[in-house]
T-cell receptor, first 116, second 117 residues
Framework: AQKVTQAQTEISVVEKEDVTLDCVYETRDTTYYLFWYKQPPSGELVFLIRRNSFDEQNEISGRYSWNFQKSTSSFNFTITASQVVDSAVYFCALSEAMDSNYQLIWGAGTKLIIKP | DAGVIQSPRHEVTEMGQEVTLRCKPISGHDYLFWYRQTMMRGLELLIYFNNNVPIDDSGMPEDRFSAKMPNASFSTLKIQPSEPRDSAVYFC???????????????FGDGTRLSIL
């Protein structure tokens, strides 16, 4: 069965610290996609990244980076030099290529609090 | 480019009233999804459409909920009659089909915060 686990319910750090949000997934499909979304206090859901199961290269976008490791079924998200504006709930999600419905399996989310 | 547009942003109404939520997907997107988000249950997929056709409505909680997509640029989610337990944030999302198994990201609207008194 498909499942996404974000074990960290809430993380609080001081501004400028680095922080890593964990995401562990379960799937039987060999082709799948992983996503991260950000939900700031204003409530909207913002797409951050999509990664397919055949691409294990780490991705960096400014202060954001993602570490995909199939061996541990993890797709972790690191924010370097965090800022107050990074405060949000971050969701990890899984979509299986064999699922013709293209549905997203969501993690429970990690609430990130960046203190000034 | 315009993103997914939802209206209204906020809705407060009394129990028993009919509520209609509206969504305009991103132009050219083939899929449209309706979600509900609550603290207790997180994000729940209610229904989704492919090329305006409802594909899976197994997430619709009750017959009080209905959704339509009369054309590629408009969808509605209706609750009639509304109940306090329907209070939640309702999101609409759309995505583009780029071939079998390509699973493109879903892009979300800002949501409608619904409060049923």
């Amino acid at each position: 069965a498909q499942k996404v686990t974000q074990a960290q319910t809430e993380i609080s750090v001081v501004e400028k610290e680095d922080v890593t949000l964990d995401c562990v997934y379960e799937t039987r499909d060999t082709t799948y996609y992983l996503f991260w979304y950000k939900q700031p206090p204003s409530g909207e859901l913002v797409f951050l990244i999509r990664r397919n199961s055949f691409d294990e290269q780490n991705e960096i976008s400014g202060r954001y980076s993602w570490n995909f490791q199939k061996s541990t079924s993890s797709f972790n998200f690191t924010i370097t030099a965090s800022q107050v504006v990074d405060s949000a709930v971050y969701f990890c999600a899984l979509s299986e290529a064999m699922d013709s419905n293209y549905q997203l399996i969501w993690g429970a989310g990690t609430k990130l609090i960046i203190k000034p | 480019d315009a993103g997914v547009i939802q209206s209204p942003r906020h809705e407060v109404t009394e129990m028993g009233q009919e509520v209609t939520l509206r969504c305009k997907p991103i132009s050219g997107h083939d899929y449209l999804f309706w979600y509900r988000q609550t603290m207790m249950r997180g994000l729940e997929l209610l229904i989704y459409f492919n090329n305006n056709v409802p594909i899976d409505d197994s997430g619709m909680p009750e017959d009080r909920f209905s959704a339509k997509m009369p054309n590629a640029s408009f969808s509605t989610l209706k609750i009639q009659p509304s109940e306090p337990r329907d209070s939640a944030v309702y999101f609409c999302a759309s995505s583009l089909y780029r071939g079998e198994g390509s699973n493109q990201p879903q892009h979300f609207g800002d949501g409608t915060r619904l409060s049923i008194l």
